[in-house]
């Protein structure tokens, strides 16, 4: 494993200010700001997808959402948390949870994709 930013033992260089920028997390993981917003998970149900209870979910709204990737939608205006599967001409939300049916997608139901999510952020508990 590598550091991004080196932990120094010993002097520290005067220069060494101008030879690496700052971390910045927001710039690593915000690629269209003005299409991004965070949301934070409740429950578990994609918790083999490494979405935990309490994650900060980043979403991307400018990102179409296609077969396989994880997305905040409204059904019946009721937010969820799913992974978005296409199987022919037919669309599903689908959790990771298997006691929790699959959502069937028909023409007429109720639904918007809000975004699709990049990047989650949790705490690591020790």
Not at 15 to 36: C, F, M, S
Not at 53 to 65: E, K
Not at 85 to 99: C, E, H, N
Request: charged share 25%; aromatic share 6%; hydrophobic share 40%.
């Amino acid at each position: 494993m590598k550091l991004s930013q080196k932990a120094e033992t010993g002097f520290v260089s005067p220069a060494a200010d101008h030879l690496q920028k700052p971390l910045d997390l927001e710039g690593l993981i915000v690629h269209h700001p003005a299409a991004t917003f965070y949301v934070r998970a409740e429950g578990n149900a994609m918790q083999a997808s490494g979405i935990h209870d309490g994650d900060i979910l980043v979403v991307d709204r400018s990102i179409n959402p296609k077969d396989g990737t994880i997305v905040i939608a409204a059904i019946e205006e009721e937010p969820i948390i799913r992974k978005l599967v296409k199987r022919g001409s037919r669309l599903f939300l689908i959790s990771d949870a298997p006691k929790i049916e699959p959502i069937t997608i028909h023409p007429d139901t109720n639904w918007l994709a809000w975004g699709v999510v990049t990047h989650v952020i949790h705490r690591y508990k020790s």
